[in-house]
């Protein structure tokens, strides 16, 4: 059986005002919980996502988890500038990052099982 992903959002962290608008979020605390049922393991990661006012804005009371869930698997992009100043820059993805870690976890647990099997006798 495949792992089986279910992610929300645990916390909100909201700014009381911002340019015109009030309870503008500025951060999403997220939790990633996969399980894998046929062989009855489970890993989770967690994390914060932090935010700007953009061109669109949702009022706090209308907001869905759906909805701050996307802001959080918007893809960013990220420059680094190193010592000598070349500058790199990459694209990251929270959902394939974390969902790639707890799905490592799971094969790690399911390699420890394999060799730390069940006592016969028991």
């Known amino acids: 059986m495949e ?10 962290r909201v700014a009381p005002q911002q340019d015109d608008k009030t309870n503008v979020v500025i951060q999403a605390d997220w939790l990633c919980v996969v399980m894998n049922n046929e062989n009855i393991v489970q890993a989770a990661a967690s994390g ?6 953009g061109d669109s804005f949702t009022p706090f009371n209308q907001l869905t988890e759906a909805q701050v869930l996307g802001w959080c698997f918007e893809p960013e992009t990220v420059s680094e500038t190193d010592r000598e100043g070349n500058v790199t820059t990459s694209v990251k993805n929270l959902k394939t990052d974390a969902e790639a870690q707890v799905t490592g976890q799971i094969a790690r647990q399911l390699a420890q099982k394999e060799s730390e099997p069940a006592l016969p006798w028991v």
């Open 3 to 12: 792992n089986i992903f279910k992610w929300s959002i645990e916390k909100l």
């Open 48 to 53: 914060a996502k932090s935010f700007t006012l």
